[in-house]
């Protein structure tokens, strides 16, 4: 079985391509970046004992159709897992470039499924598509099921991925595909490149290294979080899956405050500098998914917030030889 991972050395693509080479899957993992991020994997790819025969890279312009028709007329893909997006402040300052790679990109990936007729299509999409408040929806978990209108947004990517899945969803009733995406929560963990919320790994990142963080929000600042590697395997379990019965999954976990996150950062680390915002009550975003859905159709349970902290403290300091912080 082989699997094309585009987006593959960015920050959940690196970790989907580790997951699935644990399951001795060939792995065809593209990305506009060959340089030191495919290094970086490629290194982890190693160190974990890996077949290296299993995993190949190509260098893949989600913009440039001709070169993604290469690499699906090159290979025989089972399932793909499309991860090539434009996130951060692209979407804001180069609306059209970030068009060009999340609108036109994608569907053109949807394109690929249908001639190629790849069994299953698996995507991230955002709870930003619930919009940017969550009282507008009242103090209860959102389903999948939710919808609010163009007025209640405040991220260009949130509405590009809501836009993503109106077509997903056109696709599947036109073509019949098996198309399935899910839509991450605050997703934390060591790597995050450039996007609107660095402090999704600053927070505990930066007081792992000795170094205080300034949070953008109130300790009162409620918000659903989800580690990076769980995020991951959510989407390698509906790309490998025989039969979905949905096609949008809530990737939950769990809804803390910014009380409880200092809390859970200083019983690890307990002269760790953090500072908020008590000017901003509440982030942009909604903080409260229900997960049920994906927990039942993939029976994956993802860590609780406490383990990921823990998890990327340690990453943290890692990847700045220092040693872990033993439970």
Known sequence: MTILVTGATGYIGSRVVLQLAKRNLEIIAA????????????????????????????????TNLENIESIFEKYHFDSVINLAYGIGMICENNPLLAS??????????????????????????????????????????????????????????????????????????????????????????????????????????????????????????????????????????????DKLNFSSYNTGSQTVTGEELEKTVKKILPNAEIYFDEKNLRTPLIDDQDDSRIRKEIDFYPRSFAEGVRALINDARKANNLPSIKA
């Open 31 to 62: 990305d506009l970046d060959m340089g030191k991020n495919k290094d970086k994997l490629g290194k982890k790819y190693i160190a974990a004992g890996h077949d290296l025969n299993l995993l190949k890279f190509e260098k893949l312009d989600i």
């Open 100 to 241: 060009k790679i999340n609108i036109v990109g994608t569907t053109s990936i949807f394109e690929m499924i249908v001639k190629h007729k790849i069994r299953r299509l698996v995507f991230a999409s955002s709870e930003t598509v619930y919009g940017a408040n969550q009282s507008f929806y009242g103090k209860r978990p959102i389903t999948e099921n939710d919808y609010s209108g163009i007025d209640q947004h405040f991220y260009t990517y949130g509405v590009m991925k809501l836009l993503n899945e109106f077509m997903a969803e056109k696709y599947i009733k036109k073509h019949g595909c098996s198309i399935a995406y899910t839509r991450p929560s605050v997703v934390f963990g060591l790597g995050r490149q450039n996007t609107a919320i660095n402090w999704a790994e600053d927070f505990a990142a930066k007081p792992a290294l000795e170094e205080p963080v300034h949070l953008p929000f109130s300790k009162k600042s409620t918000d659903n979080w989800i580690y990076v590697d769980d995020c991951a395997e959510q989407l390698v379990r509906l790309a490998l899956k």
